[in-house]
């Protein structure tokens, strides 16, 4: 299994403002995925990231508003651009387990809690 | 359109006792259905799997039950325990190999 760490775990930002968020893990993987949580709902899927591609937007995100950055096998970014308070959520990375093993499971981290104000 | 839903968005349970989550899924195409269990501050992890080809599968206190032509699985925990607790989310895999998720539902069980 893969370890995975965020930073920040927690931030509260002003509206108009951005925010990066980090996602660190211990070992080389291909694909990293970025999630929202919002609150009280299910964790939706905002864009996968592999390494020397550009990221796979699902539809309703869009790489202005959700910037991501991959620039090796350990480590991505996702921004948040221009915040609203309807960006507050918690937003997770996670990664695949690329192994034999069906089905591939996902490792995520401990997710960066974001509220704006 | 919910591809998944989990109609509860919470159960409580006695120490003991079976706890049983539910999962309605619209797409007879998913390959693969996965729970996964959260705690507070933590990111979801992984607890058990099925095959679009099964009907179950069963790994210590957890079983999933999966019913095709319902579109419908479910996860038996037995005996449930406190640390047991958590919210415990459905997901679906298909072809493109992304999780789906339900909304997820809160498990208590009560001492």
């Known amino acids: 299994s893969a370890v995975i760490s965020q930073k920040p775990s927690r931030d509260i930002c002003q509206r108009g403002t951005s925010l990066t968020i980090q996602c660190q893990v211990d070992?080389?993987?291909?694909?990293m995925f970025w999630y929202r949580q919002q609150p009280g709902q299910s964790l939706t899927l905002i864009a996968t990231?592999?390494?020397?591609?550009?990221?796979?937007?699902e539809s309703g995100f869009v790489i202005d508003k959700f910037p991501i950055s991959r620039p090796n096998l350990t480590f991505s970014t996702l921004t948040v651009s221009n915040m609203s308070p309807e960006d507050s959520s918690i937003y997770l990375c996670s990664v695949e387990d690329r192994g034999e093993k069906l089905p591939h499971e996902q490792y995520f981290g401990p997710g960066t809690r974001l509220t704006v104000t | 359109d919910q591809q998944v839903k989990q109609n509860s968005p919470s159960l409580s349970v006695q120490e003991g006792r079976i706890s049983i989550l539910n999962c309605d899924y619209t797409?007879?195409?998913?390959?693969?259905f996965l729970w996964y269990k959260k705690y507070p501050a933590e990111g979801p992890t992984f607890l058990i799997s099925i095959s679009s080809i099964k009907d179950k599968n069963e790994d210590g206190r957890f079983t999933v039950f999966l019913n095709k032509s319902a579109k419908h699985l479910s996860l038996h925990i037995v005996p449930s325990q406190p640390g047991d607790s958590a919210v415990y989310f459905c997901?679906?895999?298909?072809?493109?190999?992304?999780?789906?998720f339900g909304s997820g539902t809160q498990l208590t069980v009560l001492p």
């Open positions: 990231a592999n390494q020397g591609s550009e990221a796979t937007y």
């Open positions: 070992s080389q993987v291909t694909m």
């Open positions: 797409n007879s195409m998913f390959d693969y």
């Open positions: 997901s679906v895999s298909g072809s493109a190999r992304q999780l789906t």
